[in-house]
């Protein structure tokens, strides 16, 4: 009898504290109300997108109304955000193999470069056309399509600046996990992750820009006579656009300019507000962030309530092991094996992968005459100087005011919302005005694709600099106070070097989204004509146009390839210098 009483009482207890969450329910302020009225709402949401999802339409309509847009506004917003989640694991997953593995890091940091400047029209046919004939009969394919290349425009600054932080962990920090035995997940979770978790954030909030960078695209494909176009914001500004709807061009504008405010209020200032306590402190600082929405959610019952039920259950279910427990150091090199046996398989079936693509790609280039590259190779010269120009002319406003940004609580609380709407807000959508605006000063689109190209890509550079910035331990800021530092020698000293691992980030990213950023600044659409200039980009997007796969397969190769060259010469040497003598571990 006393062993059935010892069995039933945990389930007892976990009753109870159920019983205990349902009571904070009714105890629940208006505040907490509103929170599970915004659940219900995003419940009821997620279904209305699953039955958009079930659907087979075979051509969309496009609906200019503003009353359609706050549907289409979710639509395009539930799509960034699963395509975000995806990104996020790869780049867990990818940096992590790729910072442990030196033999996989040989194959995985160029196999990122090239990934990186693949254009949307690169593989956006092939893509779209496979996914359809995989599902017939609903907008799954359509679906997952546009979700993916959303997710070419996140995931490749998140996974260069979490792989960075893993490079760059200070050896203090190292050797205190090696004192204290901690496996590869306890490693993970409490050194590696709280160290990267600053700049991933910030990378994380600059991923959606470069995921709604596309979005006209991405939701508004049409190949020939075939329409893949799905009911969203940025199909709507398209069709606007078109058109010639100014009105409806206004509407859409106001509409993703909510949008974007919306989601950095209730999601990426909490998030930023909560990643200040990892900062890499030896002293008292005031927190140089704040949220109201973060705040409420710190006072609210129900989600106290909820963490207190999640903590008791995961203490179950873990049987209450301590935390200063460890694992005995004969199952550290068992662990150690099996993991290399893991990266060694991975790594197998990642070549294997290469190879059959490589096969594909030769098979596809075959038509092509050797004479051919010619042409391509100049337009790869015109894109590359276009492309170090937007990224030099960047980094002359970026850094300066990354750098006042990250290190002004003041400046940040009121201009990372600013910065944050900014960057997000799709380029592509502001390029008639702008080139209406370099028409009337007599500026070419060979000198304008550079602008073009600026308005995407300066915010890789300024959001790395910002995130460098808050990452500087106060006391080495307290240190330069002391000594009564100028603002140069302490912009040279210590500001420079502190941001430069930063910046060198910042840098690959945006010339990766400059690249990519050509197929859309060299090949523009204006007032029903068509403006091209001299370049790569240009030569991409007219194959694509012509459905003429050779062309568009061999323009991709050679962008692909001039990247991975100009990374492993000039960027890959920055990052050395970068660990080498600027790291805060050194």
Request: glycine share 8%; charged share 15%; with cysteine.
């Amino acid at each position: 009898m006393p062993q059935s009483q010892n069995v039933t009482r945990p389930g007892l207890k976990v009753w109870g504290e159920a019983t205990a969450l349902l009571r904070e329910f009714r105890r629940a302020g208006w505040f907490d109300l509103l929170l599970l009225g915004g659940l219900i709402g995003l419940v009821f949401g997620a279904l209305s997108l699953a039955g958009e999802w079930r659907l087979f339409r075979p051509e969309v309509r496009i609906d200019l109304s503003p009353s359609a847009l706050p549907i289409y506004a979710f639509y395009s917003l539930s799509r960034g955000l699963i395509a975000y989640a995806l990104s996020l694991l790869f780049t867990l997953a990818y940096g992590y193999w790729a910072a442990k593995d030196r033999l996989a890091e040989r194959v995985l940091l160029p196999l990122l470069d090239i990934l990186q400047s693949i254009p949307v029209l690169g593989f956006m046919p092939g893509l779209v056309l496979a996914l359809v004939a995989l599902f017939p009969r609903s907008n799954v394919g359509l679906e997952l399509a546009s979700i993916v290349m959303i997710f070419s425009g996140q995931a490749w600054n998140m996974t260069f600046s979490f792989y960075h932080s893993l490079r760059s962990i200070p050896k203090d920090q190292i050797e205190a996990a090696t004192t204290y035995r901690f496996d590869w997940w306890q490693r993970l979770k409490w050194v590696e992750l709280p160290f990267s978790t600053i700049g991933l954030v910030w990378n994380s909030m600059m991923s959606m820009a470069g995921g709604w960078f596309f979005l006209m695209i991405t939701e508004s494909f049409v190949l020939g006579a075939k329409d893949f176009r799905l009911p969203g914001i940025g199909s709507y500004m398209s069709v606007a656009v078109a058109k010639g709807d100014v009105r409806a061009m206004l509407w859409a504008i106001f509409a993703m300019i909510l949008m974007i405010v919306i989601l950095d209020q209730l999601l990426w200032r909490p998030v930023v507000v909560w990643s200040q306590k990892f900062r890499v402190e030896e002293s008292a600082e005031e927190q140089s962030a704040s949220s109201w929405f973060y705040d409420w959610l710190q006072r609210s019952r129900i989600i106290e309530a909820v963490a207190k039920l999640a903590r008791s259950i995961h203490q179950r279910v873990r049987g209450r092991k301590t935390a200063h427990e460890r694992a005995p150091s004969s199952a550290i090199a068992p662990e150690r094996s099996s993991s290399r046996v893991v990266s060694i398989v991975l790594f197998t079936v990642l070549m294997g992968g290469l190879l059959f693509g490589a096969s594909r790609l030769v098979t596809v280039l075959r038509p092509l005459h050797l004479r051919e590259f010619g042409p391509i190779l100049r337009a790869c010269g015109w894109t590359l100087g276009r492309v170090l120009l937007s990224t030099a002319f960047g980094t002359v406003w970026a850094l300066p005011a990354g750098l006042a940004i990250g290190l002004s609580p003041r400046l940040s609380r009121v201009l990372q919302p600013v910065v944050q709407v900014a960057a997000s807000f799709p380029a592509p959508m502001l390029f008639p005005l702008v080139i209406a605006g370099l028409k009337v000063i007599g500026v070419s689109l060979g000198w304008g694709s550079i602008v073009l190209m600026l308005l995407g890509t300066q915010w890789y550079i300024l959001f790395n600099v910002i995130a460098g910035a808050m990452a500087i331990p106060s006391d080495l800021r307290e240190a330069a106070d002391s000594y009564r530092l100028d603002r140069w020698l302490r912009f040279k000293s210590l500001y420079l070097p502190a941001v430069f691992p930063f910046l060198v980030t910042g840098w690959v990213t945006a010339a990766g989204g400059a690249w990519n950023a050509s197929i859309v600044a060299e090949f523009v659409t204006f007032r029903g004509q068509v403006l091209t200039t001299d370049g790569l980009g240009a030569m991409i997007s007219g194959a694509a146009e012509r459905a003429d796969f050779p062309h568009l397969a061999a323009s991709v190769m050679v962008m692909a390839a001039t990247v991975v060259l100009f990374n492993r010469i000039v960027w890959r040497r920055l990052y050395r210098v970068a660990e080498e003598r600027f790291s805060l571990s050194k």
